[in-house]
């Protein structure tokens, strides 16, 4: 028998306890809103970490995904997917790739890159390349190998041996990289704006500088676009902002618009080593990711989409840089490119996550000290005049918090 005050306190779960949840739930969205269990409106500028790039129960996404649930869910990667195939056709059409992997999370998608930069060098024979370089504050996923390339302790400690070849080096720091290089390096693994990091947007030229290195030394350029990618800075992938060429990009997040789905885009030359037999998954690219991943591609190579991200996420980045004016005992820097926005605190970013949930505003701490504004791809001014309205309260009552506290 279960203990019955157990089941009265609020957390009481059979789910792990991996996760301090807010002790809130949702029961439908629509757009940028969120309705909760308790009937809550809520604005929702955290879009499921950056997943939910159409907003919640956008009208094409469900009808896509509805009218695909009907024919088939699910066939094997043993036989051809047509509806795979179109996406990836569209990836590469739309970026520096030739080829596409399909995966169902971030976190394959980052293996799967480290394995195709690994196996380039084995199949050129040199299997003694399989050293990545990385970088302080990185965050590329929980399995054995992203933990060890985040580098970050604590998702390491007691998991036994950190995996090999991950080697790193503080952020937007070239010369630090430049010393890094060895003869056993593969190639140089960065998140073009560090996300779980804080939203660390580089110096213009770090990315420039490392295709460049890569170049001198044949090694490979692989980014991690989980977070940045898929429309996230009003571009399809953030190293377009600066004029840079990767090799191999994972990516996630936005790709399916809410249902799990990532992939890892290679160029033939990066990818060669990848042939018959080298890697596989079950799900990854099934009919039925692959409908809501072409229905993301509509909304997404629709014409001036992009160009419309760039640009709200201008006017919302300027408003809150009106908000830290006005609030500067609270906020002390915004930061970010299109609609990957972040606000850097003096107060804890998790009391000021909690004061705008507070004003039923979503928002999302990230390390430095940063809440990151993520809004769904789809929010339009009304809704960011909402956010700032919202957000100004929190920055009140927060402020409310400082003076009594003296
Ligand atoms: C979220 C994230 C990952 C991991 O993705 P999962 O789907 O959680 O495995 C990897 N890299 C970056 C940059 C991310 O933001």
Redesign the pocket.
């Known amino acids: 028998m279960a203990d019955p005050t157990a089941s009265a306190a609020p957390t009481a779960s059979a789910v792990l306890p991996t996760y301090a949840r807010a002790d809130v739930a949702f029961e439908r969205g629509d757009g940028c809103w969120l309705e909760a269990t308790n009937g809550q409106r809520y604005l929702d500028f955290g879009a499921g970490?950056?997943v939910c790039c159409l907003g919640h129960n956008h009208p094409h996404l469900v009808d896509a995904l509805i009218e695909q649930g009907r024919k088939l869910w699910h066939v094997s990667n043993l036989f051809r997917i047509p509806q795979a195939e179109r996406l990836a056709t569209r990836l590469v059409e739309a970026s520096f790739a030739d080829f596409v992997f399909f995966t169902n999370?971030?976190?394959?998608a980052?293996e799967g890159a480290i394995k195709t930069a690994r196996k380039y060098h084995a199949a050129a024979g040199h299997p003694e390349r399989f050293h990545l370089i990385t970088f302080e504050g990185a965050?590329?996923?929980?399995t054995l190998a992203?933990i060890a390339a985040g580098g970050n302790p604590k998702y390491i400690e007691g998991f036994g041996p950190k995996a090999a070849g991950f080697d790193q080096v503080p952020f937007d720091d070239i010369e630090a990289v430049k010393a890094a290089i060895t003869s056993e390096t593969a190639g140089i693994l960065v998140?073009p704006i560090q996300?779980?990091g804080g939203i660390r947007v580089p110096s213009p030229t770090f990315l420039r500088q490392l295709r460049a290195l890569c170049d001198e030394h044949g090694i490979l350029l692989v980014l991690?676009e989980?977070?940045?990618g898929m429309g996230r800075t009003g571009k399809l992938f953030a190293h377009e902002l600066v004029g840079v060429t990767p090799d191999i990009v994972?990516t996630?997040?936005g790709i399916g618009g809410g249902f799990p789905l990532?992939a890892f885009l290679t160029t033939r030359k990066a990818g060669s080593g990848m042939g018959i037999g080298t890697h596989g998954t079950t799900y990854g690219g099934n009919p039925l990711a692959m409908a809501c991943g072409n229905a993301v591609m509509d909304v997404l190579m629709a014409p001036g989409f992009l160009e419309g991200v760039a640009r709200k996420g201008l006017v919302l980045k300027q408003r809150l840089a009106a908000l830290a004016d006005a609030h500067p005992k609270i906020i002390a820097d915004v930061r970010g490119e299109g609609m990957m926005l972040g606000l850097r605190t003096h107060v804890p970013n998790t009391d000021f996550a909690v004061a705008a949930r507070a004003e039923q505003m979503l928002v999302i701490p990230a390390g430095d000290n940063v809440v990151r504004l993520l809004p769904p791809l789809v929010a339009d001014e009304a809704e960011f005049s909402e956010a700032i309205s919202r957000l100004e309260k929190a920055c009140q009552k927060l402020e409310a918090d400082l003076a009594a506290k003296g």
Request: aromatic fraction near 4%; charged fraction near 25%; hydrophobic fraction near 35%.
């Open positions: 970490i950056a999370s971030g976190a394959e980052l965050f590329h996923g929980r992203t998140e996300g779980e991690d989980v977070q940045s994972a996630a997040k990532g």
